[in-house]
Structure formats: C-alpha cells, structure tokens
C-alpha cells in the first residue's frame, strides 16, 4: 500500500478550512501523520499569510483517484476552479508524493516540484519523513532541507488554537 504525502496551504479563513481539510482527509483516508503548521509569506503575490503543512497517509486506491478526492475537498471547502496559481485561497491540496510513483500526466505531476523550490513544502515533508527519498534525486528529504538556502525564509512554526 503506497505512502502518499499531500502539501496543505490556506490563507483564507486558514483555520477553518484547514481544520476542515484535515477532518476531510482522515474520513477518506483514515489515519494520517501531520506536520506543525507553518505560518509563511504568499509567493508571487501579495496577500494574507498562509498556513502551510504536509500531511501522510496510506491508501490502495489509484493515484487518480487521490487526486480527484482532493479536488473533491478543495471544492467542498470554497476552492473555485479559476483560481490561479499564485492568489489567495481557502484550500490547496497538493499531492506531492506517492509512494515511489513518478507521474507525467497533465495536471498530475508527482514527485511535485514545489518540494524542492518551496521551503513551506520541503520543511513540513522534512519533519515527518525525514529519512524518504526523493524518487528523481535519491537524496531525503532531511538532506534537501539542509540544503536548501534559507537566505530569505519567510516562514516559521505556529500552534494555532484549534490544534492545542
């Protein structure tokens, strides 16, 4: 049965919707392993801070058929459809791995990329998968994160009220 990792991000109205992602998540897939949540900067656009964390699970289903849940998830929580890539949001549910599956397939791309391009991706996946490998570069995820520049981190570990 494949690991998945799945990357969450919200800035609006961030600690209802991911409260409720995370609720969501744990009646399609059952238990899970949950990062802190990261309050970071918006990338590319100016806007409301973001929470940010990465959640693992274990499932049989296809890896379609994930993908299609979450957009399920993201769209029962406000997400539209025009939503643009860097703007504000209610949900982003991002699967960014599954198991050792390299995808190619339109929308569908895993290992995602932002694993290695965004530190509120990389560092959450570094606390509760240290030891992982990337698929593509063999390297974990603790070397990456060691690696990355964190020259202009602007990101940091909360504990919101909900997750006391």
């Known amino acids: 049965m494949p690991r998945g990792y799945i990357s969450i991000g919200s800035n609006i109205d961030k600690d209802k919707n991911v409260l409720a992602?995370?609720?969501a998540l744990e009646h399609y897939f059952g238990k899970q392993t949950v990062s802190s949540i990261y309050e970071s900067e918006p990338v590319g656009f100016s806007g409301d801070t973001f929470y940010n964390l990465v959640v693992g699970f274990d499932s049989d289903l296809e890896v379609k058929e994930v993908a299609k849940q979450l957009r399920q998830i993201e769209l029962d929580n406000g997400r539209t459809r025009d939503s643009q890539k860097f703007s504000a949001r209610t949900l982003d549910l991002d699967l960014i791995l599954y198991g050792d599956l390299i995808v190619n397939d339109g929308r569908l791309r895993i290992p995602r990329d932002e694993i290695e391009r965004y530190a509120f991706v990389l560092e959450p996946l570094a606390e509760i998968a240290p030891a992982l490998k990337h698929p593509v570069s063999h390297l974990s995820y603790a070397?990456?994160?060691?690696?990355?520049?964190k020259t202009d981190l602007k990101q940091k570990r909360i504990t919101p009220?909900?997750?006391r």
Do not use: I, N, V, Y
């Open 21 to 23: 992602s995370l609720q």
């Open 143 to 149: 070397e990456l994160w060691e690696k990355f520049d």
């Open 161 to 163: 009220d909900w997750s």
